[in-house]
């Protein structure tokens, strides 16, 4: 079992800043990557940032500049730090995990999902 734990949404104005946080737990041998995804209502998941085992991260163009992904390995915990927030940021942000059970047995992990609302 391994479960993904999301903090850090809310409300906010435009400009503003938010930090989300993702812990995973349980029976991890390895993480291979982890990362945010958003959900704007009436429109596809689309990946914000991830951090890939080596340290290597990506982020989409849209957001480049103002946010900021970073993980703390001993903790299995990934942070995404938003600044000068939009409107258009606003949408539901998944946490995503790519975790090894065991050596060779790894499976995508989805949060439960955390709003994130920019008001104009």
């Known amino acids: 079992q391994v479960q993904l734990v999301e903090s850090g949404g809310g409300l906010v104005q435009a400009g503003g800043s938010l930090r989300l946080s993702c812990a995973a737990s349980?029976?991890?041998?390895?993480?291979?990557?982890m990362g945010w995804y958003r959900q704007a209502p009436g429109k596809q998941r689309e990946l914000v940032a991830k951090?890939?085992?080596?340290?290597?991260?990506n982020l989409a163009d849209s957001v480049k500049g103002r946010f900021t992904i970073s993980s703390d390995n001993a903790k299995n915990t990934v942070y995404l730090q938003m600044n000068s927030l939009k409107p258009e940021d606003t949408a539901v942000y998944y946490c995503?995990?790519?975790?090894?059970?065991?050596?060779?047995?790894?499976?995508?992990?989805w949060g439960q999902g955390t709003q994130v609302t920019v008001s104009s």
């Open positions: 995503n995990a790519a975790i090894n059970v065991r050596a060779g047995f790894g499976d995508d992990y």
């Open positions: 349980g029976n991890i041998f390895s993480i291979n990557a």
């Open positions: 951090v890939i085992r080596g340290g290597n991260t």
